[in-house]
T-cell receptor, first 117, second 113 residues
Framework: GAVVSQHPSRVICKSGTSVKIECRSL??????MFWYRQFPKKSLMLMAT?????????EQGVEKDKFLINHASLTLSTLTVTSAHPEDSSFYIC?????????????FGEGSRLTVL | DAKTTQPPSMDCAEGRAANLPCNHS???????VYWYRQIHSQGPQYIIH???NNETNEMASLIITEDRKSSTLILPHATLRDTAVYYC??????????????FGPGTRLSVLP
């Protein structure tokens, strides 16, 4: 199947700093990518939909100024957690589906575990 | 909210078939049933999907009832590596925008030696 890669897989940062997570579709182009967050023993919760060349669409309750999303190309979306705090510690997962066809399945990255001290 | 309901957990003996049920009684005519699984601390992995016909691939089989209100994912010979949380999701297949994949709590499958 198609490959979606995230980087970094793990990051530890100090409170107040910003962290950028990259999501790349390695062998296909993705008009749309999705960013999810997952807390321990919980299911994935959609944070935002990232659209290439336009602004991201955020889910209710997700602060767009805190979670900056940039989808500058058909193979790369980035999520920047600004001024991170301990409560932002979570497992962040991106996903993408191929543009212009396919049968609709989403392919997920390996996830990025953020720990804010 | 997720449009599916699944049992929270199941056990299966290694080497036996694992049958994971999913109820989706409000499924629309143009919505597919997708199955994903998530092994601990990894991103979800696509398994299989279908509309109304039964489907089979190298990983699993998907049996969808005639009224499409429920389905069963079958892992024919479960191994210890199949221990994971399994998610059943219904979604329109070919929409680029709008309806996304909504994850419910899933079924935690434990394959026992």
């Amino acid at each position: 199947g198609a490959v979606v890669s995230q980087h970094p897989s793990r990051v530890i940062c100090k409170s107040g700093t910003s962290v950028k997570i990259e999501c790349r579709s390695l062998d296909f182009q993705a008009t749309t990518m999705f960013w999810y967050r997952q807390f321990p023993k919980k299911s994935l919760m959609l944070m935002a939909t990232s659209n290439e060349g336009s602004k991201a669409t955020y889910e209710q309750g997700v602060e767009k100024d805190k979670f900056l999303i940039n989808h500058a190309s058909l193979t790369l979306s980035t999520l920047t957690v600004t001024s991170a705090h301990p409560e932002d510690s979570s497992f962040y997962i991106c996903s993408a589906r191929a543009s212009g066809g396919g049968t609709g399945e989403l392919f997920f990255g390996e996830g990025s575990r953020l720990t804010v001290l | 909210d997720a449009k599916t309901t699944q049992p929270p957990s199941m056990d299966c003996a290694e080497g036996r078939a694992a049958n994971l049920p999913c109820n989706h009684s409000t499924i629309s005519g143009n919505e597919y049933v997708y199955w994903y699984r998530q092994i601990h601390s990894q991103g979800p992995q696509y398994i299989i999907h279908g509309l109304k016909n039964n489907e089979t691939n190298e990983m699993a089989s998907l049996i969808i009832t005639e009224d499409r209100k429920s389905s069963t994912l079958i892992l024919p010979h479960a191994t210890l590596r199949d221990t994971a949380v399994y998610y059943c999701i219904v979604r329109v297949a070919l929409s680029d925008y709008g309806q996304n994949f909504v994850f419910g709590p899933g079924t935690r499958l434990s394959v026992l030696p």
